[in-house]
């Protein structure tokens, strides 16, 4: 069997509690935890939603107290670091008890669709639109602009803002032709070509279902999770990305070529480029799975390969040259 735990504190002990599932099932993303204490996790089969009862002091997957499973598309998965099945961690949407309240995934098709799971209840008088699989609120495809035949699959969280949702495409159009483990390390650097595209797409609560916003097929995004900048002291939401352009396809690069390493900042509502941050060909650029992060005055904390580094985003215009002495 395989088992999902953690530890509740209950006064000053810790005591850990577990749930099996099927040991032909494997998990290699985090969960995410609503307010009412339910816990969402995603294996390589079946996105779940376990529960903590608290009168009984258990972790449970009884549908008795409110937890489910929902079987999501996979089985001709592109690989992600872990294997095949969703590359995300699941990403809940929708916190008013009287609207959709959602949790959100990228399911494990070679080209990825979006994904959305109702949380609790299904709204009253709205259609299912998967009888046999009633959890699943709706599904759409990724294309990131991308051409039919290209495989678009991700290994970041999807990014999520109100009801607005961002995915990015972590895979390169050629591979290195070595494992799937190797290559998805080597995808991290400048050696091969780099994945390129993103989309950016909006649940509408009234309809209850998805539709594409915008998509960018040139911009980069390498292995970084993607970061919003949203709230009362930002003109306009952004959704920043990093990835590298010494190497992607020609049609790709545009303005950014040979620029290696690059944050982009795009807005969130039309997906024009705000920001750009060029952090140049050395590894200093590599974030390698980390976090893109901005600090309350507006600096970019980025985390790399060989440490964090704190740039000072100039106030005038939207591009900031980072070429530190360090530079291997």
């Not at 998990?27 to 009862?53: L, P």
Request: hydrophobic share 40%; charged share 10%.
């Amino acid at each position: 069997m395989s088992v999902v735990g953690g530890s509740f504190l209950n006064g000053q002990t810790p005591t850990v509690h577990t749930v099996e599932i099927s040991s032909s099932e494997s998990i290699s993303n985090s969960a995410a935890v609503d307010n009412h204490d339910g816990i969402y996790f995603v294996s390589n089969a079946n996105m779940y939603k376990a529960v903590w009862n608290d009168s009984e002091q258990k972790l449970s997957l009884d549908p008795a107290d409110g937890a489910w499973t929902a079987s999501y598309p996979t089985g001709d998965t592109y690989f992600t670091v872990f294997g095949s099945g969703s590359g995300s961690t699941p990403a809940l949407m929708g916190f008013d008890d009287s609207q959709d309240e959602l949790v959100v995934i990228t399911d494990g098709k070679a080209r990825m669709h979006l994904a959305a799971f109702w949380r609790n209840r299904i709204p009253p008088g709205v259609p299912v639109p998967h009888p046999g699989n009633p959890c699943l609120a709706g599904i759409i495809q990724v294309n990131c602009g991308s051409p039919a035949n290209a495989q678009i699959q991700t290994d970041q969280s999807v990014a999520v803002y109100g009801w607005g949702a961002f995915v990015v495409n972590n895979i390169a159009s050629s591979s290195s032709g070595t494992s799937p483990i190797v290559y998805n390390l080597l995808r991290g650097t400048a050696l091969f070509p780099s994945p390129i595209g993103v989309e950016r797409f909006a649940w509408d609560p009234g309809a209850h279902q998805w539709s594409s916003v915008w998509a960018r097929p040139e911009i980069s995004s390498n292995s970084m999770v993607p970061t919003i900048s949203a709230g009362s002291g930002v003109a306009s939401p952004q959704v920043f990305t990093s990835g590298n352009y010494a190497n992607t396809p020609q049609s790709a690069q545009a303005e950014l070529s040979g620029d290696g390493w690059v944050v982009t900042g795009l807005d969130w509502n039309t997906g024009a480029t705000r920001f750009t941050g060029i952090f140049g060909p050395g590894i200093l650029g590599n974030g390698f799975y980390a976090l893109i992060q901005f600090l309350p005055n507006g600096d970019l904390l980025f985390n790399s390969l060989i440490g964090p580094t704190r740039v000072s985003v100039p106030s005038s215009g939207h591009t900031a040259y980072i070429y530190p002495a360090l530079h291997l």
